[in-house]
């Protein structure tokens, strides 16, 4: 059995494959928006060569965040051959949306694309749990609105 293990092994046969290679770009003209963190969040774009060229004869081409409901939070200006953005200091909690437009000479605004609706995160949970000196989660806890609340171990519910 054990020379049956061995002619097994030395039949296996290695396929050299050669390595698979990603498109730089997709060419569908979408616009995506992520949240990284809840102040931070990460937008990138693929455009079509067509809609690229377009846009690099167009003098101000703007990335606008907009707050859903609330309209437009921050404006940058971006290059049409850029693919990428970060953007931090946003307020955590709230739903975020981009466009990227074109500002015209008249202060008008022409969105091209939109993105999808992100919404970031709250930094800190809503209730504020501070636990007691005892062991393993069971004792006294104060919320932050002040309300006690108590929790046992499965020990101290036998022992009542």
């Known amino acids: 059995m054990g020379n049956q293990l061995v002619n097994l092994f030395q039949k296996v046969e290695v396929i050299n494959m050669a390595p698979i290679t990603l498109p730089s770009n997709y060419n569908d003209n979408t616009l995506v928006l992520m949240v990284q963190t809840p102040r931070t969040l990460f937008v990138y774009w693929d455009l079509s060569p067509s809609q690229r060229a377009a846009l690099a004869k167009k003098k101000n081409l703007q990335l606008r965040l907009n707050v859903v409901n609330q309209g437009v939070y921050r404006t940058f200006d971006i290059k049409h051959f850029w693919d990428s953005f970060y953007i931090?200091?946003?307020e955590p909690g709230l739903d975020y949306y981009c466009d990227i437009s074109v500002k015209e000479e008249d202060d008008e605004y022409y969105p091209i694309i939109y993105?999808?609706?992100?919404?970031?995160?709250?930094e800190?949970?809503?209730t504020l749990i501070t636990a007691g000196s005892n062991f393993w989660g069971a004792g006294e806890y104060i919320t932050q609105n002040g309300m006690a609340w108590t929790s046992y171990s499965s020990g101290t519910f036998y022992n009542k």
């Open 115 to 122: 993105s999808n609706t992100s919404s970031t995160p709250r």
């Open 124 to 126: 800190h949970p809503g």
């Open 88 to 90: 931090t200091g946003v």
